[in-house]
């Protein structure tokens, strides 16, 4: 089992900045994939970014130039770096973990709880 804890969000106006962070324990020598999804009210989660194993990253065209996915030298915590907020970026911001490929959605079998980010204009 892997566990995950996120932190980071909150509320930031149009053009500020987070950083998000999902400590992870438990078995994490067995995971390939990090990820965080988010989830904007009314709408369907969707993965923003990921990062493999291997140090291989993808982000959604939307956040591109603006969103930083890295972690650290253990391997255990992943950060969301969001720079240039909008107001289209407000959601519940999820950690998400697995062992598969980052871009396989029935990869992600572990979730943290959520956090939100809510950007005003």
């Known amino acids: 089992q892997v566990q995950l804890v996120e932190s980071g969000g909150g509320l930031v106006q149009s053009g500020g900045s987070l950083r998000l962070s999902c400590v992870a324990s438990?078995?994490?020598?067995?995971?390939?994939?990090r990820g965080w999804y988010r989830q904007a009210p009314g709408k369907q989660r969707e993965l923003v970014a990921a990062?493999?194993?291997?140090?291989?990253?993808y982000y959604q065209e939307s956040v591109k130039g603006r969103f930083t996915i890295s972690r650290d030298n253990t391997k255990t915590t992943v950060y969301l770096q969001m720079n240039s907020l909008n107001p289209e970026d407000t959601a519940v911001y999820y950690c998400?973990?697995?062992?598969?490929?980052?871009?396989?959605?029935?990869?992600?079998?572990?979730w943290g709880q959520g956090t939100q980010v809510t950007v005003s204009s």
């Open positions: 990062i493999s194993a291997s140090g291989g990253t």
């Open positions: 998400a973990a697995g062992r598969g490929p980052v871009l396989a959605g029935s990869t992600y079998d572990y």
């Open positions: 438990g078995r994490i020598f067995s995971i390939n994939a």
